[in-house]
């Protein structure tokens, strides 16, 4: 048996644990609801962590995409760095995924000697880390360009106002 066969066959399990490790990283009510909220449109929230982490999960046994992999990243680490999160707990999901992995799987690993197999499943987990971490640094840097123009903004609209914006001459 492939390392890759052994943990897809037990998807659901390491999906649920991962998202049981994920949604505990917010306070106690919250990380309720967004594991077992109402659905989209109620918990809108906890539907984009579940539908994306299994995104992530499955474009890890494909042949490697960094753009679709990007697109499955993006919204999970948008919503942490709008959050505040700093870097190493927005892209936490990541190390959970392989803590959940061995968890439900690490016997079989080690008792089937697949641990060549896991060793080379690190380094894409490297890789997701990596995109992780670039499309935190993006949407932050985001962030910040909008706090920027919006401050350059009020302060014009002050100075017009109390008339001390001088026009330039042409």
Known sequence: MKL???IT????????LWIKKFTDT???????FF????????NPVGHAFRINLE????ELFVEY?????RSCVDP???IRAVQGYVPSDAVCFVPMLKQSIWEICGKEISRLNLLSGWVDFMTRLELLTNISFDVYMGCREQLWKQKVEFTNSRNRRLLERANL??????
Do not use: M
């Open 165 to 170: 914006l001088v026009k330039p001459v042409e």
């Open 9 to 16: 066959e037990k998807k659901n399990q390491i999906i649920n």
């Open 65 to 69: 995409d960094p753009e679709k992999l």
């Open 4 to 6: 890759d066969s052994l």
């Open 76 to 78: 999970v680490v948008r």
């Open 26 to 32: 917010y306070p106690e009510e919250s990380a309720g």
């Open 35 to 42: 594991r077992e909220g109402p659905g989209q449109f109620a």
């Open 55 to 58: 995104k992530i999960f499955d």
